[in-house]
């Protein structure tokens, strides 16, 4: 995964740090939480039908979230590689968008394996079957959460 944020000059670095998939069979969701340094990143889940519904995006002390559409299926296969996904971020302005591209890139699937196979040793033998969500590209609105950072502390409604 990265984050591609054009060439205007930005005061914070944005980081995609969490991801919701919601389950189409059951609706139960899933939070993905990405730390930081994690360019490669595992995660469970049963097999069925998924959605990528949601992506919040931090920048310093700023927090945004896209939503998004699309979808991908995990068979029953042991280890199922989703892309390398890429995130172009626009810089801070009123109705910024986000776009998201999932792709197939032979180096990145043979890391994902490669730190697939050291950390759980017990899937050293099983094969990576690759399957990319679809649309494989997505371009979406980002939407500002609170709390804002510029909000004052006197316009803050308090019911205590």
Do not use: C
Not at 129 to 152: C, D, F, G, K, N
């Amino acid at each position: 995964m990265s984050v591609i944020s054009g060439d205007r000059g930005r005061r914070f670095k944005p980081e995609v740090r969490q991801m919701e998939l919601m389950q189409r069979q059951t609706g139960r969701r899933y939070r993905v939480m990405i730390e930081e340094e994690d360019k490669v990143f595992a995660f469970f889940l049963p097999a069925g039908e998924y959605d990528v519904t949601r992506v919040q995006i931090h920048e310093g002390p700023f927090l945004s979230i896209a939503q998004l559409s699309s979808t991908f299926t995990v068979g029953h296969n042991p280890v199922a590689y989703v892309g390398d996904w890429r995130f172009g971020v626009d810089s801070p302005r009123y109705g910024r968008m986000v776009l998201v591209s999932m792709v197939d890139e032979n180096a990145t699937r043979l890391q994902a394996e490669r730190t697939i196979r050291e950390q759980y040793p017990a899937l050293a033998t099983t094969p990576l079957a690759t399957v990319i969500p679809s649309p494989a590209e997505t371009a979406t609105r980002l939407y500002e959460v609170s709390p804002y950072p510029r909000v004052q502390k006197y316009f803050q409604r308090h019911n205590w």
